[in-house]
């Protein structure tokens, strides 16, 4: 079993299992995975951050040659790079790139999850194995703060969340940049996935992600 991250079960019991093999799918993409690279993580990618962080951002799931070759997410591959420089631009990151576990980059008052910890197939969970794997994200919610922010990357991670706080997705309909008010004082806000097909065909531009970051610093700072 690879070296988890952190402890996180010290935090949030039942948050987050590094042995789970829930969806026989996802468990046979990894043994796969594990075959062809034996060096890469291949594992359940553990949440990285604060864990009494008032911004929770949520992806969608470890891609293959980032967070599942180098156990932390958003690490290491493209949707990365845009991920972390805006973070650190608006203070929740200490440094502007990530390219491996143990290269000094933390987090500050700030959090990243996915909807699936384990790698996909061709990088596209499906909604069973999406709503198997909510048990960890409605762990890790049970203890966020009660006046946080949730910051979705794309429609799946927007789903997840509601279906973790247990709210109707009628309700909050997902939309770049949106911002819904969530019962109890918490705030959910939208963006588009900071993948490479995203931004190398313009669906999400830099100026368009970091105006949703900005919204998220003034949120908490309020």
């Known amino acids: 079993m690879p070296r988890v991250q952190e402890d996180w079960r010290r935090y949030v019991p039942h948050a987050f299992d590094p042995a789970c093999r829930l ?6 993409h990894l043994d796969a995975m594990r075959a062809e690279h034996p060096d890469y993580y291949n594992a359940p990618v553990p949440p990285f951050g604060d864990p009494d962080a008032r911004v ?74 999406v709503a198997t794997c909510n048990r960890y994200l409605k762990a890790e919610l049970e203890r966020f703060a009660p006046q946080g922010v949730l910051l979705a990357l794309g429609a799946v991670a927007h789903g997840a969340a509601l279906r973790a706080l247990e709210l109707k997705a009628g309700a909050y ?50």
Do not use: W
């Not at 929770?56 to 972390?84: E, Q, S, V, W």
């Not at 502007?96 to 500050?108: E, K, N």
């Open 23 to 28: 969806c026989p799918r996802l468990a046979r």
């Open 56 to 129: 929770l951002i949520i992806g969608l799931a470890p891609g293959a040659h980032g967070a599942n070759r180098t156990g932390r997410p958003f690490t290491g591959d493209f949707a990365g790079i845009l991920l972390y420089a805006t973070l650190h631009a608006h203070g929740f990151a200490t440094k502007p790139v990530s390219t491996a576990c143990g290269d000094g980059l933390t987090l500050v008052n700030c959090r990243i999850s996915n909807a699936v910890k384990c790698l996909p197939p061709a990088n596209k969970p499906t909604g069973g194995e």
């Open 173 to 222: 309909r997902f939309a770049h940049g949106a911002v819904h008010g969530l019962p109890g004082g918490r705030t959910l806000v939208d963006s588009y996935h900071c993948s490479r097909y995203n931004t190398q065909t313009g669906r999400l531009t830099a100026a368009m992600f970091e105006a949703v970051v900005a919204r998220v610093r003034a949120l908490i700072d309020e």
